[in-house]
Each structure stands twice: as C-alpha cells, then as structure tokens.
C-alpha cells in the first residue's frame, strides 16, 4: 500500500495547477496524484470535437502562476491540453502521477487520521490501495464515461450516422455532407461553425435558444502589454481587467437584467441584420445568466449564418426517421450525421463513495463550507469553479486556501480538520449548492449536491471577490473548521472507552 501526506484526484487542469500549488507552496508534504485515464488534461484531452476549444478567455482560464503566451485568448482545444502538459513538465510533476488508476472509494479512519483510498488499475481491473492524511478531489463535475444522452423516440430507425461529441470518432469524415448539431450550448456553437467549412451543410436544430455575445479570439491589449512589459507583469494586468470584467457583467445581470439582455440581442441583431428572426433564434425566456452564456470567438456563428453554410432551426424533436429527424412543427430534416450536443451527465465528487469511520457521506445532507468542504467530512476538499466566471479562478483560490490549511496544520501538529456546524445554526435556512442558476445539467443532481446556508462561512456564493476574501484573509480557526491532533483524538477515544465500561 502505498502512502502519502496529501492525495489529488485527477490530472486535468484542476488537479494540476492544485499539484504545482502544493509542490511550491508546502514542500515538506509529500503527494500524489491519481488519474483515471492514460493522460494529463483532463477535458482538454477527452473532447476532440471540430473546432473544440475555451469558452473563456485563457488570461483567466489559466492558472495564476503561469502567464497566456499565445496570441489567441479564446484558444483551441491542443493549445490548452499543451499549456497543461507544460505546466506539469515545469514542475517535474509528471512522476507524482497514477495513470490509469480510477478513485472508487475513500473510508477516513479516525483511529489513523488517515483516508484509506481505493482505486481501480484500468489494465487488470484489480484494486490498488493508497493511504493519504488528505484528500483533495479534482475529478471536475461531469461524468467522463456518461454524457447525457437523451433517447429520443424512433432513434434506432436512423440510417445514417449518430455521434456523440463526448466520444468522437477518430476519422469522422462530414466532407460534403449534411450535418445535423441537435443543441444550443457552448459545444453546439462550437461544432457548427468549424464544420461548415467542409460539410454541405449544418444545421443546428435547438429546442430553445442561448444567450451567445463574440468577442475577438485576439487580445490585442494583452499582446501589445506582453511586448512592452515582462510577461508576467501583462498577464497579470490583463487577468485582473478579464476578472473585472467577467464579474461585472454579471452583476449587471442580477440587478440590471433587460438592460443586459437589450445588448446582447442589440449585438446579435447587428451581426445578423435587422431581416433575421432573432426573437425566434437567439432569444432565451430566462435573463441573461440564469444559465451559461455563450462565448463565440470573432463571429464565427454569425459568419456561416450569414453565408448560409450553417442555419439554425428552433422546433421540437417528434422522432427521428431513418433520413434524419421529424419536428413538430411537421418539417423533416435529412442529414447524413446527428451530433447530439445535447450536453454533460453531471456527477458529484467524481462519483466516489466517502465514508467516514464505516459511514456513508450523503453529500445532499451535509452543508458546504465555503463551496469547498463539507460537513462532519475531515480532511476533504474538492474544486469546484465558476459557473459565471472562469473556472480556474477558483480553482486557484481553493488550492491556495488549501495550502494554508495544510501549513496550519503542520506548523500546530494538528492531524485532522472538519467543519461543524453548531446546533444553533442547524436550523439556517438552507439553499442550493448554486442559486440562481438553473439549467437542466444542474437541476438534474442539484438534489444530490451539498446545501448552502445563508451566512458565510456555510456559502457557495459563486463570485470571485467574495470567495478571495474568505480563502485569503479570513482567519482559518473561525469556530467552525475544527482543527485536533491525533493524540487528541486517541485520548478522546480512550475517555469514551472508560465512561462505557463505569458505565456497564
């Protein structure tokens, strides 16, 4: 059995940038990381879609410590799988990696004050066991082996070719061909525009339409500040303007929302002209931020509308039929390839079973401690990013804040930490693990996910200023995160022993 100070699950861009945290900023704990698959990159790696690529600006979606040199910010999928794997080159991290090695189950044990964690070996299919005082889980929020596929009435009838972006074929060819993308989100919207350069033609059929702003792929402030300035300097000040303005944005969508939705569709209507149905097209019966917004780089949607590779065709799915698929509205659309981007099967803490002392955790009972722990669960953090903002802004936020929990413990000799909430609080009112957002990926396990309260520190509040305040400055001995030695622990252990046998 092997053993460590501190375990990470999962080598994408979480669990790496949480590694190089840890490796520069508490060097006398020694880890490991453990990955499913045979690759770092994590989503990066798995997507190989047409066209796959951020939805984020990468002054922002990547990591603090180490700057964007591309010209492009809105970047291609292979160029952030490349920044990824640089990182971990950097670093020297790539010995401290499993590959192939699937987190199943993970017991904490008191008497240790250790995780006993359980991975499957993908080539054998047999066990391996890992202890670990820590845990840190970076298995991102979606199922790698589970998209969410609905089955659609008649499916099997279809004649042509059915593909799921999530597993892609190595040599799909769509050359000349008609395509038809069923979905609205940011993969639909990626897909359609790199495909029809080649297909006949694409159309994106949506059951209800996005909100979508462009920006330009090219940064040219940031590339301008990057060749007067040392590039540490310029991605820094070019961070701090994206977050800014990322976090500003949706502000404006909580107290200004048709406003906000007044430019969007202002934008797209000067993209598409005044004749195109926007109404119908590109405008969602929700406000601005209720769900994902999605980000297209230099027009490119609105370009292949326009020269009419690509349309997009808002209706209902009645059936499919062996040429393609039936709308309600009566229409048939033939196509030689469906693309369901119909979107991600959301799974929780990457679908690991936690007990504690022989306890099952049900993660829908316990309460969030600053969207990053989790009630009665010691020695347990995991990433979870932004839903308004980039993903890795609060990926580095929570391996910073766990980087001082662990060097809180080191310097105290403390061996365990678990948030408790007291018994006058449990009556809080409890909200859901995000508010205020509410597609179907979401709505669909929000039942399963943690409860968050209405105070800090029992807050997910999803906003990048509130969330640096709590993991930066806020004292980490609050009254809510307990922190006990071992030696403690046993001695509470030996008293309770004694208390039962005076009391048999």
């Not at 994408?12 to 020694?30: D, F, N, Q, T």
């Not at 196509?335 to 690991?352: E, K, P, R, S």
């Not at 009254?479 to 030695?485: A, M, T």
């Amino acid at each position: 059995m092997q053993s460590s100070d501190v375990i990470i699950i999962g080598a994408g861009l979480s669990g790496i940038g949480a590694a190089v945290y840890l490796a520069e900023r508490c060097p006398k704990r020694r880890f490991l990381i453990l990955e499913a698959r045979d690759a770092i990159g994590g989503t990066w790696d798995l997507f190989r879609y047409p066209g796959i690529r951020s939805d984020s600006d990468m002054h922002t979606l990547g990591y603090s410590f180490k700057p964007w040199l591309e010209a492009k910010a809105i970047a291609d999928g292979p160029s952030i799988l490349n920044y990824i794997r640089e990182t971990a080159s950097e670093y020297l991290l790539e010995n401290k990696i499993l590959f192939g090695h699937k987190v199943v189950r993970s017991e904490w044990l008191s008497d240790k004050s250790k995780w006993l964690i359980e991975a499957e070996i993908e080539d054998c299919g047999e066990l391996a066991q890992f202890e670990s005082n820590f845990l840190h889980i970076c298995a991102g929020y979606y199922s790698y082996s589970k998209p969410y596929d609905p089955v659609f009435a008649n499916q099997t009838e279809y004649k042509g070719q059915l593909v799921h972006p999530q597993f892609w074929p190595k040599n799909l060819d769509y050359r000349g061909k008609r395509v038809l993308v069923i979905g609205s989100g940011a993969t639909a919207m990626t897909l359609v525009p790199a495909m029809a350069r080649e297909a006949e033609e694409v159309i994106m059929l949506q059951r209800s339409p996005s909100y979508v702003i462009s920006r330009p792929a090219i940064d040219r402030l940031a590339n301008f500040l990057r060749f007067i300035l040392p590039d540490m300097w310029a991605y820094s000040m070019i961070r701090t303007r994206n977050t800014l303005g990322q976090q500003w944005l949706y502000y404006r969508t909580r107290v200004a929302p048709n406003k906000v939705k007044e430019f969007l569709l202002g934008k797209v209507r000067q993209a598409l002209g005044e004749d195109y149905d926007v109404g119908k097209h590109f405008t969602p019966k929700y406000n601005p931020w209720d769900q994902r917004m999605c980000l297209i780089p230099d027009d490119d949607l609105f370009e292949v509308i326009n020269n009419g590779s690509a349309r997009i065709v808002t209706d209902e799915i009645k059936s499919f039929t062996s040429a393609g698929v039936a709308l309600m509205s009566g229409e048939e659309l033939k196509a030689d390839i469906v693309i369901t981007a119909t979107g991600l099967q959301l799974n929780v803490m990457g679908d690991i079973e936690v007990t504690v002392d022989g306890q099952i955790a049900d993660f829908s009972q316990c309460w969030t401690y600053k969207g990053l722990m989790l009630t009665n669960v010691p020695n347990l953090t995991s990433t979870f990013g932004y839903i308004n903002a980039s993903w890795t802004l609060r990926a580095d936020l929570t391996a910073e804040w766990l980087c001082r929990v662990l060097n809180h413990m080191d310097v105290n000799d403390f061996h365990k930490v678990v948030p408790q909430l007291p018994d006058e609080l449990k009556d809080m009112p409890a909200k859901p693990w995000i508010s205020d957002f509410n597609p179907g990926y979401m709505n669909r396990v929000m039942h399963l996910l943690p409860n968050q309260g209405d105070r800090e520190p029992w807050i997910n509040p999803q906003s990048y200023f509130k969330d640096r305040k709590m993991f930066r400055r806020a004292v980490l001995e609050d009254g809510f995160l307990r922190f006990s030695k071992k030696e403690a622990a046993c001695q509470d252990k030996i008293s309770n022993s004694k208390l039962d046998s005076e009391g048999a």
